[in-house]
């Protein structure tokens, strides 16, 4: 892999989560723990800062907050199933052999891609640092009689003693879907059905109907026993992420369907796509990509782009409704002091920290300042409203999308906690465990990264992350 540019160690890259030293990354891919470490791949070009050339990069972590960067895992081969790019999937635990599970994209394709296998090539390796491709896919093409035109990004699960796959799709009419396989057998795959398509009222309530496709479906249970399915809404580029829960039922031939009860956005900002779970006995961890907001020219010049998220602990509270929380083992990073304990004075911002406002009325915490003063990045509480609004200010941002405030609602109460890491560029907001709103904020010539907070009934406890993750 070439070296980091200069631009790449500057206050807009991150430091602390998981991104190559240079070029590019999209969606993280397999987070999977084995004999003792976890294991994170993804999407990447190792030779430019743009979607191309698509192997799988690598690192793995003892403890989700220090990770350690390995070889390419998967790299396209030549003349075979995935010659055009190794693209998202899974790894799972194939009878003592870490084996990935993935989307091998050949010069042909337009959407369509194919079921591939690779193994680790020695199980005993805690790193996994080796692995061999299986020559042929497993899946060649979708279920006939379906007219698929999306086709990718198989997830593995085990339920009611059987091993299934989810592989994302859409169809001819526009209409997205999630297909089921049995693949108790990893190399023999029979497809079993539809699980769930944009035409469920449930999903078209939570999600509309812009989407045409589906992709990197993720389906977990949480400790109250509900089922949630999060998908990546695709209508012709990605557009955002959403969530269902539910129940899986037998669907009386022999698969499964998923009977949806509700959902909502996975994450409210607009810089977070693609998410990949991780299942443990004690709680599910869920990573997302979070893409570029700025011009191209500018990503070019910088030489990478792209970073994936802190880990997430996601799950469900009482009332149904989503929880997301940083995974705890984050508290690792955090320097043996508090850069700020109270409200009321300001302090200058360090280019990565964990800050945690508790307000009892409306409260401002102002993160970044322009030249001449302006808030040009603020966190608006208001907990009787039970609002909580992210505010880049007037600095203009890349993406369809444009720029502006995000405001996510919750249940009004005396109370109202916000979580917020930024490391570099990347901000990531936790309100009370109920939202996560996810937004890249560069720097520009003169800004000021400083610390007011307008309350002086609020709570307010800052660390510095530290040390850099190993590049």
Do not use: K
């Not at 003792?36 to 990447?44: E, I, N, V």
């Not at 680790?120 to 698929?148: F, I, K, N």
């Not at 406002?357 to 208001?382: E, I, K, N």
């Amino acid at each position: 892999m070439s070296p980091a540019p200069r631009s790449a160690t500057g206050p807009d890259a991150p430091r602390f989560r998981v991104r190559p030293p240079a070029h590019w990354i999209n969606d993280p891919n397999g987070p999977f723990r084995w004999r003792g470490r976890y294991h994170l791949f993804y999407q990447h070009n190792p030779g430019a800062p743009v979607h191309a050339d698509i192997h799988w990069g690598h690192a793995s972590s003892p403890d989700l907050a220090h990770w350690e960067h390995h070889p390419l895992a998967l790299t396209p081969v030549p003349g075979g199933p995935d010659e055009a790019g190794c693209w998202s999937g899974c790894v799972v635990d194939d009878a003592g052999t870490p084996t990935a599970v993935y989307t091998g994209i050949d010069h042909r394709h337009a959407g369509v891609g194919a079921i591939c296998l690779a193994r680790a090539a020695d199980p005993d390796d805690d790193q996994l640092t080796e692995w061999r491709p299986l020559p042929a896919p497993v899946v060649s093409a979708p279920p006939a009689g379906l007219d698929v035109v999306m086709f990718r990004d198989p997830f593995v699960l085990r339920h009611g003693g059987r091993r299934w796959a989810l592989v994302g799709a859409g169809h001819a009419d526009g209409t997205p879907s999630v297909l089921l396989y049995d693949c108790e057998d990893l190399t023999d795959w029979r497809f079993a059905g539809v699980l769930l398509d944009g035409s469920d009222p449930v999903a078209t309530a939570v999600f509309g109907d812009g989407a045409v496709g589906w992709e990197c479906p993720q389906l977990f249970r949480t400790a109250a026993d509900t089922w949630v399915l999060a998908v990546s809404l695709w209508d012709g580029d990605p557009c955002g992420t959403g969530h269902l829960t539910g129940d899986l039922v037998p669907d009386g031939r022999g698969g499964l369907r998923f009977a949806a009860r509700g959902g909502g956005r996975l994450d409210h900002g607009r810089d977070f796509y693609a998410p990949a779970v991780l299942q443990e006995a004690d709680r599910t961890l869920m990573w997302g990509w979070s893409w570029e907001a700025r011009e191209p020219a500018e990503v070019e010049r910088a030489g990478w782009a792209g970073v994936l998220t802190a880990p997430r602990v996601v799950g469900t509270h009482a009332d149904g409704s989503l929880r997301v929380l940083p995974a705890p083992e984050l508290d690792l990073l955090r320097a043996p002091e508090p850069f700020v304990t109270r409200p009321g004075r300001r302090v200058r911002l360090p280019d990565a920290y964990d800050l945690t406002v508790t307000a009892r009325g409306r409260t401002t915490a102002t993160l970044l300042r322009s030249p001449d003063g302006r808030a040009d990045l603020s966190v608006r509480l208001d907990p009787a409203a039970g609002t909580v609004t992210l505010d880049g200010g007037e600095r203009p941002r890349a993406g369809r999308e444009g720029s502006g405030p995000r405001t996510v609602r919750l249940p009004g109460g005396p109370r109202l906690t916000v979580r917020v890491l930024v490391d570099g560029s990347l901000v990531e907001l936790f309100a009370d465990g109920r939202a996560t709103l996810t937004e890249r904020v560069y720097r520009r010539p003169g800004d000021v990264p400083e610390l007011t907070v307008d309350a002086p009934a609020a709570e307010v406890t800052g660390w510095a992350l530290v040390p850099p993750t190993p590049g």
